[in-house]
């Protein structure tokens, strides 16, 4: 289970591909006050792609970098398949990334307690 940090950073690597080849990936960081959102996700002022360039890849970054302890569950996936309904392949994709991170941590979180 020690390689479940290298395999999240791989993971966190192909989501950001796939936003930028999907042309999800913004040059322009949104407003601060939009990215102070008290809301999961930010869902009252980032799209789903937004929180994931800009408040989930930093902070899951910033962690492995830190070697901080990783999340002990992670929801994302439930929320990404109703918010995104499988639109196109890079859509797919995305989920696909998404739900792996996901099954990551939920290794990762099983391992801790044994």
Same mark, same amino acid.
């Given at each position: 289970? $020690?390689?479940?940090?290298?395999?999240?950073?791989?993971? *966190? /690597?192909?989501?950001? =591909?796939? *936003?930028?080849? #999907?042309?999800?990936?913004?040059?322009?960081? @949104?407003?601060?006050? &939009? /990215? =102070?959102?008290?809301? @999961?996700?930010?869902?009252? !002022?980032?799209?789903?792609?937004?929180? *994931?360039?800009?408040?989930? /890849? @930093?902070?899951?970054?910033?962690? *492995?970098?830190?070697?901080?302890? /990783? @999340? &002990?569950? #992670?929801?994302?996936?439930?929320? &990404?398949?109703?918010?995104?309904?499988?639109?196109?392949? !890079?859509?797919?994709?995305?989920?696909?990334?998404?739900?792996?991170?996901?099954?990551?941590?939920?290794?990762?979180? =099983? =391992?801790?307690? $044994?």
């Amino acid at each position: 289970m $020690h390689d479940i940090p290298e395999r999240i950073a791989d993971v *966190l /690597l192909e989501v950001e =591909a796939n *936003l930028r080849t #999907s042309g999800k990936w913004e040059q322009k960081q @949104p407003p601060e006050s &939009a /990215l =102070a959102s008290a809301e @999961p996700f930010c869902i009252d !002022s980032l799209k789903f792609e937004q929180w *994931l360039q800009w408040i989930f /890849l @930093p902070r899951m970054k910033q962690i *492995l970098e830190e070697q901080k302890p /990783l @999340p &002990a569950k #992670s929801g994302i996936y439930m929320y &990404a398949d109703v918010i995104l309904r499988r639109k196109d392949v !890079s859509t797919n994709n995305l989920l696909t990334l998404i739900k792996r991170f996901d099954d990551l941590i939920t290794i990762q979180s =099983a =391992a801790r307690r $044994h």
